[in-house]
DNA sequence: CTTAAGTACGTAAGCGCTTACGTGACGTGG
DNA sequence: CCACGTCACGTAAGCGCTTACGTACTTAAG
C-alpha cells in the first residue's frame, strides 16, 4: 500500500485548516461553497478519504453495531444448527444499520471463548446485539455497562438496563395447537422441543401445553423428545419418539408438533423413510417458517415468525438508545402468524399452492415488557 | 452509559505506568507475573477494558475485514436474488476471521449508494472482500490503493494488484453436460441463465456451450432464458420458454439446465403446475447445491460449489496480503463437484437418497491465474 | 455610525491508546 | 571489578481526526 495522505495534506493543498476539511468531510455546515469545492478537489487528487478510527476516536462514535450469535457448528457436527435464522438476523441488521449510516460487526461465539470475543468486539462498537444463548448473562451485564446492548429472542423484560426484542411465541403456537385439536380433532399429539436452555423453546413448549390445556387434553411436564433445533436432530427424536411408542404399545401421536422448522424437516424425512403417511397418519408442524418450508412435500405447517424484522429491529433500538441512553427501557414484541400448508392436514398435494395464513398483526412495541 | 474509565486510571490505580497496562492487555511480553496480576485486578476492578477505536488509531490496524455484497432484494420486489449465497459467504468469512481473532464488518450495497457505503466501510477497515457485482471496477480501484481488496467470484485474475477467489465454474458445469448428454442421452436441452452481467452467469453459460459442442450438439449464441439468478425469475423464464416452443410448434426442450438453484426450483414450481413430469418428461438441474436442492422434489441435480469455504478463503487471503503486502498476486480457485440427484433423470423417488457425487478434488491455489 | 447577530473560517486541545526510546537494576563473563 | 547484555519498566510523542472557542468580516437594525 502506498503511504496514505492525512487531512493535513489536504488542508494544505486546499488552502485551507484541518477544521475546514474536517467540517466538509463531516456535517457539511460552517462553509462556502467555493470552500467547499476546493476541499473536495485537493482529496480526489490526494485520492484521500477521512480515517474512520481517527474520526472514531476523535468523536467517541464509529457508526457500527457488533452482532453477537452463538455457532454451534463444530460442536454439533453434521447438526448444524440452523444458520438459517441467525443468517435472516444478521440480514434484518444489515439492513436497518445500512439504512442509518451503520456498519454491523458480526462474530460467533463458540463454546467457551465467548468473553473475550465479545470484548474484543465490544471495544470496536457504539453498541451490540446478542443473540439469545450467545453469551452468558454476566457477560451481558458487564457489556451493558460500558455500551447500549440488545437482547434477542430472550425472555423478553427479564433484564434490567437491558433493551429486547422477541416474538410472540406464545399466541402462534397456542394458534396453531387449536388448529390442531380443534379443526383436524386430533388429540394425541406430541412435542418436539429445542435446547433445554433455549428461551424459545420453552416459551414454544409452555404455549404447547397451554394449548392442550384449552383444549381440555393432558399436557406433559417435559418435550417428548429434544431435536436441538437441528435438522438431524429432529430426525433422531422422531425415531426415538416412534420406538418408544412402539415399545410401549402405543401408536404414533396424530400430530407431531416441532419446535422449529429444521426439526420438522428431520421429522419428514424419517417419516417418509418409515413409510409413515403425512400427514393422513401423522402430522407434522414447524416454527419459523424458512424459505424451505414451502418446498418440502407435503408443504410443511409452521408458524411464521418475522426473523429478518427482528434483526432490524434490534439495531434500531440500539440506535435509538445510543440517540437517548436515558429513554426508558425498551422490549418489542413482534408477531407471530400460524402459517398452514399440507403438513398439518390441511389441503395439500398440490406444488405451490398459495398459503392460507392467519390474519396479520401490527407490531406491538412497549416497555417494561 | 457511566463515564468510561480509562488507561490511565487503571495504570494510576495499580501503581504502574500506561506503557505497562497496554503491554498486559495487548502483545504478551515485558513485565512480570506480578504486575500482570495488579494490572489485570486494576482493570477488572474498574470494569475496563481497552478502546478498540484508540488502540486502532495508535496500532494501525483494528482486526476488522470488511465484506461488501450487492443486494438486490428492494428493487426486485418479491424476488430476492440468493440471500442464501451470500449468507453463506458472510458465515464463511466470519468463521476465518474469528479463527485469525480478527471480526467482520457487513454492509450490502444497494444500486447507486455503493460508492459513498464502500468508502464508509473501508475507512473502518484493515482489508476488504468485495462480492462479484457489488462494486464499480472504478470503486473497487480506489479502494485497492489505500488497502488490501479481495475479489469473489469475478472473472479470476482479471485485475492488477487485487487478489481474487472463484470456483471452477467451468468444469462444473462441462461435467453436467457430458452427464445429461452422455448418461441420459439429452439431445435437446436449454439453458436458463442469470443476470448478462453476473461473471458467474457468464461463465457457467460458457461452459455449458463447450459442453454442447463437446457432445456435438449445437450451442446457441445466447441463454435461452434469463431468470435474474432468482425463484421468480427462473419461474418466468422457464414459462416463456415453454410457451415459445410451443407457438414455434417445437415440443419442451428434454432438459433445463439452470445457472442456479434458486432459478431450478422456480422451474420446478412451473413444470409441476403445468404437469410436465420432472424428469420423465423435462430435466431439470440447478448450481451451488444450497441446502434447499436435496428438500425439493425431486431431489436437485446440481453442481455444488463450496460457498463458505470462498467466503473463508477470501478473508484468509485479506489476513495474508495484510501480513505481507509485497507478496505476489493470488487467485485462487476452488473446485465444484457435480451431485447427481433425482431431477436429471438418475435414480430418484426417495426421500433422503444418499447424493451420488462425482469425485472431489483439492483446491487449486495459484498466482497471476 | 454603533451594535448585535450571523457566517466562515483558524487554532489547538484533546480522543485513549501504542510504541520507540531511554533508564536503572541485575546478572554474567572476563 | 568493569563492561555489557537482558529484563522490567517509564516517558512522551504521536496515530488522524473532531470540535470548543476565538477571530475577522459582513450585514442589518437602531
Redesign the pocket.
Known amino acids: 500500500m502506498p503511504e ?1 495522505s ?3 495534506e489536504v488542508a494544505r493543498r486546499s ?9 466538509v ?3 457539511g ?4 461553497e ?2 467547499r469545492a476546493k476541499v473536495l478537489a485537493a482529496a480526489a487528487e490526494l485520492d ?1 478519504f ?2 474512520g ?3 472514531s ?4 462514535r464509529n457508526g457500527i453495531v457488533g452482532l453477537l450469535f452463538p455457532d454451534f457448528g463444530s460442536s454439533d457436527d453434521v447438526d448444524v444448527e440452523s444458520p438459517l435464522y441467525v443468517d435472516q438476523v444478521i440480514r434484518g441488521a444489515e439492513s436497518a444499520a445500512t439504512a442509518d449510516g451503520d456498519a454491523v460487526l458480526i462474530a460467533a461465539t463458540r463454546g467457551a471463548s465467548g468473553r473475550a470475543l465479545a470484548l474484543s468486539v465490544a471495544s470496536k462498537c457504539d453498541g451490540l446485539v446478542v443473540v439469545a444463548r450467545a453469551l452468558s448473562e454476566a457477560d451481558i451485564a458487564t457489556l451493558a455497562q460500558r455500551l447500549p446492548v440488545v437482547v434477542l429472542s430472550d425472555q423478553v423484560g427479564r433484564r434490567a438496563h437491558v433493551d429486547a426484542v422477541g416474538v410472540d411465541n406464545r399466541s402462534g403456537v397456542r394458534d396453531l395447537v387449536r388448529h390442531l385439536t380443534g379443526v383436524h380433532g386430533y388429540t394425541d399429539l406430541a412435542f418436539v422441543g429445542g435446547p433445554a436452555d433455549s428461551p424459545d423453546s420453552i416459551e414454544r413448549f409452555a404455549a404447547y401445553r397451554e394449548g392442550l390445556a384449552a383444549a381440555g387434553l393432558p399436557a406433559p411436564r417435559q418435550p417428548d423428545a429434544d431435536g436441538r433445533f437441528t435438522e438431524g436432530g429432529g430426525a433422531r427424536a422422531v425415531e426415538e419418539l416412534l420406538d418408544h411408542r412402539t415399545a410401549a404399545g402405543h401408536p404414533a401421536p396424530q400430530a407431531i408438533v416441532c419446535g422449529n422448522d429444521e426439526m420438522a424437516i428431520g421429522a419428514l424425512g424419517v417419516l417418509a423413510l418409515r413409510h409413515v403417511a403425512v400427514p393422513d397418519r401423522v402430522a407434522v408442524t414447524g416454527f419459523d417458517d424458512l424459505a424451505i418450508a414451502r418446498h418440502v412435500r407435503p408443504a410443511l405447517t409452521t408458524v411464521a415468525q418475522p426473523i429478518r424484522e427482528i434483526g432490524a429491529e434490534a439495531v434500531r433500538t440500539v440506535i435509538a438508545r445510543l440517540a437517548d441512553g436515558d429513554a426508558e427501557r425498551r422490549s418489542v414484541v413482534l408477531t407471530t402468524r400460524l402459517v398452514l400448508r399440507g403438513s398439518c392436514g390441511c389441503a395439500y398435494g398440490h406444488a405451490h399452492d398459495d398459503d392460507r395464513t392467519g390474519h396479520r398483526q401490527a407490531p406491538q412495541v412497549g416497555s417494561r415488557g
Request: proline share 3%.
Open positions: 496514505r492525512t487531512i493535513y488552502g485551507v485548516s484541518t477544521a475546514t476539511v474536517s467540517r468531510m463531516g456535517n455546515t460552517g462553509f462556502s467555493a470552500t484521500w477521512p480515517s478510527t481517527a474520526r476516536l476523535a468523536s467517541r
